[in-house]
């Protein structure tokens, strides 16, 4: 037992590391503050793009969003700071960064949004439109914000995979959390900062878990009970 106290929860170790864990903790909230915003901007207009095209354009927002999903994200983003400089081009490790998980994550919220807008009854388009609403009205006042509300569970979970997929900035030597515990694990030659850093991880996420939880569950629950409304009234129909 004192073994496994000594390597993995060293009190002694912690009280080193702990400033330096609380640095690349703030590392990767802001790397994370820069990414999903992005990544949900550019989603939505991907989004936006694909309700409204047809034919040919679809299909190419449908080529777009099906690469960059299946894309690794690891891959781009190495491939854009490393292979910049090879044609000439410098770019700094946060803007590899931004732009590898900006396509990566937007494609994710494109389809996230996609199916919240096109699960909005067309009916509210028109009444919409009818009230002399144009169609960027329409959109970010009636349909955008329903749409949102259907599929909020997959955005947060989208949103707590984003956050987690930040440690692959250790990459490029930016120094998040993860980043920061593997180099306070290798001048320590103690897996306690591994240990801390995952706690700190679980401590930063499961709020957020608990909550999509929440969400989903209710979002079953008010299925089940349409479901049952629906089928109450094809009953009393049936009677009549």
Do not use: C
Request: aromatic content about 10%.
């Amino acid at each position: 037992m004192d073994a496994v106290l000594t390597n993995f929860a060293n009190g002694d170790i912690l009280a080193i590391t702990w400033r330096p864990l609380l640095a690349g903790l703030a590392q990767t909230m802001l790397l994370s503050l820069l990414v999903i915003p992005l990544g949900a901007i550019a989603g939505l207009l991907i989004a936006a793009l694909f309700v409204v095209s047809a034919g040919l354009a679809r299909v190419l927002l449908m080529v777009w969003i099906d690469f960059f999903r299946a894309f690794p994200p690891l891959v781009l983003l190495i491939y854009l700071y490393f292979g910049a400089p090879l044609l000439g081009y410098e770019i700094s490790a946060y803007a590899a960064i931004a732009v590898s998980f900006t396509l990566n994550t937007s494609s994710y919220f494109a389809e996230i949004f996609r199916a919240g807008i096109e699960g909005v009854p067309r009916g509210q388009w028109h009444a919409a439109r009818a009230t002399g609403m144009s169609w960027l009205q329409s959109f970010f006042v009636i349909v955008l914000p329903q749409g949102t509300r259907a599929v909020l569970p997959d955005l947060l979970s989208n949103i707590i995979t984003i956050t987690q997929l930040t440690a692959l900035a250790s990459v490029v030597s930016v120094p998040e959390l993860l980043h920061t515990a593997q180099l306070a694990q290798a001048t320590s030659y103690n897996v306690t900062p591994i240990i801390a850093a995952a706690v700190i991880y679980l401590a930063l996420l499961w709020p957020l878990v608990r909550l999509m939880s929440h969400l989903d569950a209710r979002r079953y629950s008010t299925k089940l009970s349409a479901a049952a409304t629906q089928r109450r009234r094809r009953q009393e129909t049936a009677d009549e």
